[in-house]
């Protein structure tokens, strides 16, 4: 009987203890919790990853030459990469000159919708591999196939059409006596008509391609080719 009793002692001041204890645990640990999510939320990463975008600019080798591309203006993507290039292809919104905008798509309900304008300039730039440069091209073949006839237009520009039944069959020559202007003119017709200028730097041909309705201010389509190539390649 005296050993139940004192064991019935024992439990209770046994419980006694651990209820004693249990309050100051419980309330360190809660210190513990609470500092914890402190840490985390202090060292939590608060920057948002953003998609990597290429350069501006690459450099490309063209005929051993070397030109400055903007990116956003090159047109096919194989073409999107810095390096040794037999050509490269771009375009630049006019008069700007700045890269193009992405196209914008076109639903079925647009098809049928008259043209829009051509805002853009269009430039090749190819290893000419001592080719004919084009200003002798412009002095000794194109002559070859030109009309006798000789049209004046406004502000210096003269026109020669080429015979029908020569290679350029279709086109005019356009070109300006005060200036080293040439460009090579397909006709208006179901589609507008284009001309294409030529010019070389050093192991390239540039070929600049633009409607043939702007050669109205053919001065300042002159202005953009050049700054376009001061622009690419640093030097005119």
Same mark, same amino acid.
């Given at each position: 009987?005296?050993?139940?009793?004192?064991?019935?002692?024992?439990?209770?001041?046994?419980?006694?203890d651990?209820? !004693?204890h249990?309050?100051?645990?419980?309330?360190? *640990? @809660?210190?513990?919790? &609470?500092? %914890? +999510? %402190?840490?985390?939320?202090l060292?939590?990463?608060?920057?948002?990853?953003e998609? /990597? $975008?290429?350069?501006?600019?690459?450099?490309?080798?063209?005929?051993?030459?070397l030109?400055?591309?903007?990116? +956003?203006?090159?047109?096919?993507?194989?073409?999107?990469?810095? *390096?040794?290039? =037999?050509?490269?292809?771009?375009?630049?919104?006019?008069? $700007?000159?700045?890269?193009?905008?992405?196209?914008?798509?076109?639903s &079925?309900?647009?098809?049928? =919708?008259?043209?829009?304008?051509?805002?853009r300039?269009?430039?090749s730039? /190819? @290893? #000419?591999?001592?080719?004919? /440069?084009?200003?002798?091209? /412009?002095?000794?073949?194109?002559?070859?196939?030109?009309?006798?006839?000789?049209?004046? !237009?406004?502000? *210096?520009?003269?026109?020669?059409?080429?015979?029908? *039944?020569?290679?350029?069959? !279709?086109?005019?020559?356009?070109? +300006?006596? +005060? $200036?080293?202007?040439? &460009?090579?003119?397909?006709?208006?017709?179901?589609?507008?008509?284009?001309?294409? $200028?030529?010019?070389?730097?050093?192991? @390239?041909?540039?070929?600049?391609?633009?409607?043939?309705?702007?050669? @109205? #201010?053919?001065?300042?389509?002159?202005? &953009?080719?050049?700054?376009?190539?001061?622009?690419? #390649? !640093?030097?005119?």
């Amino acid at each position: 009987m005296t050993f139940v009793t004192s064991a019935q002692n024992i439990a209770r001041t046994t419980g006694k203890d651990l209820r !004693g204890h249990l309050l100051p645990i419980l309330l360190v *640990g @809660a210190i513990a919790a &609470a500092a %914890l +999510a %402190l840490v985390a939320y202090l060292l939590w990463p608060t920057w948002e990853v953003e998609s /990597a $975008s290429g350069p501006a600019r690459l450099p490309v080798s063209i005929g051993s030459t070397l030109f400055n591309v903007p990116s +956003a203006s090159i047109r096919m993507k194989i073409q999107h990469h810095t *390096g040794p290039q =037999e050509r490269i292809d771009l375009s630049f919104a006019y008069p $700007s000159l700045e890269p193009p905008e992405a196209p914008k798509r076109v639903s &079925a309900a647009d098809v049928d =919708e008259a043209m829009q304008p051509i805002d853009r300039i269009f430039l090749s730039i /190819a @290893a #000419h591999h001592d080719a004919l /440069a084009p200003d002798i091209r /412009a002095r000794t073949i194109y002559p070859r196939y030109l009309d006798q006839a000789t049209t004046i !237009g406004e502000d *210096g520009l003269t026109m020669r059409a080429f015979r029908e *039944g020569s290679p350029y069959s !279709g086109e005019d020559l356009f070109s +300006a006596t +005060a $200036s080293d202007f040439v &460009a090579r003119c397909s006709r208006e017709a179901a589609t507008p008509g284009m001309c294409l $200028s030529e010019r070389r730097v050093e192991g @390239a041909d540039l070929t600049f391609r633009f409607p043939r309705s702007w050669l @109205a #201010h053919w001065h300042e389509v002159t202005d &953009a080719m050049d700054r376009l190539t001061l622009q690419l #390649h !640093g030097q005119k």
